[in-house]
């Protein structure tokens, strides 16, 4: 047998994706090792690579409820957390029939309708941000984080009809119509068949719909004014801006905020990609 | 992460009926119920804004938001912007910033998903740590960018100085010249996930067969590449960078929280320079006419993006 020669293109694909790696690792790092320093230690130059004498003391106060910090930022996780668990949940329940009723079902205006779905994504939030202050005014949900989760709902929606309607269409209906000779109603064919098979893109789409509205910033900025209803997002800025920017602390509550999304994403990546990979492309 | 992915899978066409369409939909009407409450929040949050908009875009608003004293002023709003000397930079930069973001977000993602198309241990893994940028929030990640760029005691500039790049710390975000790159980076990190995942799922469709034929006819990487993997891909490319136009076109939190259009509008983009004319201002009307100006360059890239759909449609269909 022939030696194999080196190929060149496998060498520049390990450095390119190493590089792309640390490019993509190397701030969220930074915001780490920064959220273990002390102020002090922040501000010298040139910096530290890794903090000298690190401390959790910026968590420590982010996260007790007794520190004033702490009381204020952990409400605005509080707040956070409802907004996208509600998201999330009303998502599901709305783009599955929905998404069911584009994959199986043959009525008038199907495809236009389908498109129109799509289309959401081409419009730029902070166009919309007018019409809807004002409608929210005058339905007396600003500061009310009714009108976040309205308004989030639309973002994932596109995606998540889209998502399912691809796993619905991989299902055999005759699968349903097996069960439905067996004395099920439609509805029921509908919950312990399809649903169960269809349960990674129903996974995925939730995920998706959380990320989104966990990590939202215009809306919630606009809409929410009262400082008890902001979110993280928000909630972030308005804090370190009434003080000087304590950078640890910022970096902190960062990283605090990240690691839900990050960890949720990385248990679940497997179904987020898969359902991408067979909803995106089929042939 | 708003700018979402969407389909390349379209519905297979309808067999033509010669039902009248009113009975059609009478004899399916409890299939609309399915769609319907999806249909209904996305009118109300979609359908109505838009209305609201083009509505609003012919009036003088006041400033304080009383909207019962608008008055009607025609196309005086569009007349301001088009003449406006901000409107010109905020285009300029718009228009940099979309061009160069999408570029590099895509040359980045095809690579990464190349790269990352070959069967090796640990590579859901690494795809898993390469999407990372793309779901944490634009919040966190412009604060991080910002402490990376930072002038006094930045990191980047700490290190370009140890490698005797520069002299001493920069002044990235408060300098004209290197505001725009500094931005396009950070949007770049953020959003070349994106373009990755989309080619990864269109080079999963590519038949080994094809790849190898070409093989044997002796086409080298490049070649196969070229002839043979782009050309397959032709529609999932267009609808990555058509998305990823869209996106950049509409991306807000990066620039309002780096820079927030400054120095001296030198970072201004077209969205940024809405908000601020609309809730700095509080110049709805006005605000309103950019809008509508927006709406029609996107309406032109969305024509674009239906067509494409259709035609890996008809693809798919063929």
Request: aromatic share 14%.
């Amino acid at each position: 047998m022939r030696a194999r020669k080196a190929n060149p293109w496998s060498i520049g694909g390990w450095a390119f994706l190493a590089l792309l790696t640390l490019f993509s690792l190397m701030p969220m790092a930074w915001m780490f090792i920064t959220s273990l320093k002390t102020q002090f230690a922040a501000a010298q130059y040139p910096p530290d690579w890794w903090p000298r004498n690190p401390t959790l003391e910026e968590y420590r106060e982010l996260l007790s409820p007794s520190s004033a910090m702490g009381q204020d930022f952990l409400r605005y996780m509080a707040n956070s957390v409802w907004v996208s668990v509600t998201t999330t949940i009303l998502g599901v329940v709305v783009a599955v029939p929905a998404a069911y009723a584009f994959s199986r079902f043959r009525f008038p205006g199907r495809n236009l309708l389908f498109y129109a779905v799509l289309l959401r994504n081409m419009f730029p939030a902070v166009v919309f941000l007018m019409p809807l202050f004002i409608m929210m005014r005058w339905l007396g949900l600003v500061n009310n984080h009714g009108s976040l989760i309205l308004t989030y709902l639309t973002f994932g929606l596109p995606l998540s009809i889209w998502l399912l309607k691809g796993f619905f269409d991989n299902i055999p209906p005759q699968l349903e119509q097996a069960a439905r000779i067996d004395g099920a109603t439609r509805f029921q064919a509908f919950l312990y068949v399809v649903m169960p098979l269809s349960s990674p893109g129903i996974i995925a789409t939730a995920i998706y719909s959380f990320i989104v509205a966990w990590n939202e910033y215009v809306y919630a900025l606009t809409f929410m004014n009262d400082k008890t209803k902001l979110t993280l997002p928000v909630g972030l800025q308005r804090f370190f801006a009434e003080h000087t920017t304590n950078w640890p602390g910022l970096m902190a509550a960062s990283f605090i905020m990240s690691v839900p999304v990050v960890v949720l994403f990385l248990f679940l990546q497997r179904h987020f990609v898969k359902a991408l990979t067979e909803g995106a492309v089929k042939h | 992460m708003t700018g979402a992915v969407a389909g390349l899978v379209a519905p297979a066409a309808a067999p033509r009926s010669r039902e009248n369409l009113l009975r059609r939909i009478v004899r399916h009407r409890a299939d609309y119920l399915y769609v319907a409450p999806a249909l209904g929040v996305m009118a109300l949050v979609i359908g109505y804004p838009i209305y609201y908009t083009i509505h609003l875009s012919f009036f003088r608003t006041p400033p304080n938001l009383a909207l019962d004293e608008k008055i009607f002023a025609g196309l005086e709003n569009y007349q301001r912007i088009l003449e406006a000397d901000t409107f010109q930079e905020a285009t300029w930069n718009t228009f940099v910033w979309t061009i160069y973001s999408t570029f590099f977000s895509f040359v980045l993602g095809f690579g990464a998903a190349l790269a990352l198309n070959r069967a090796f241990h640990g590579r859901g893994l690494l795809r898993g740590v390469l999407l990372v940028p793309y779901v944490i929030s634009a919040v966190a990640a412009s604060y991080v960018w910002r402490w990376l760029y930072h002038s006094d005691v930045g990191v980047i500039g700490a290190f370009a100085t140890a490698l005797g790049l520069s002299d001493g710390p920069i002044n990235f975000l408060d300098n004209r010249q290197w505001v725009m790159a500094s931005l396009i980076v950070v949007n770049v990190w953020k959003e070349f996930p994106f373009a990755m995942i989309m080619l990864m799922a269109g080079l999963q469709t590519v038949p080994e067969q094809l790849l190898s034929a070409a093989r044997v006819d002796g086409a080298g990487p490049w070649s196969r590449f070229r002839h043979v993997t782009v050309p397959h891909l032709k529609s999932v490319i267009l609808v990555t960078v058509l998305l990823l136009l869209v996106t950049n076109l509409n991306s807000f939190t990066i620039p309002y929280i780096m820079t927030g259009g400054g120095p001296a509008g030198a970072s201004e983009i077209w969205i940024t320079h809405i908000y601020q004319i609309a809730f700095g201002r509080i110049r709805f009307g006005l605000a309103s006419a950019y809008s509508v100006i927006l709406f029609v360059v996107m309406m032109a890239l969305g024509y674009f993006y239906v067509r494409a759909l259709t035609a890996s449609e008809e693809k798919a269909a063929a």
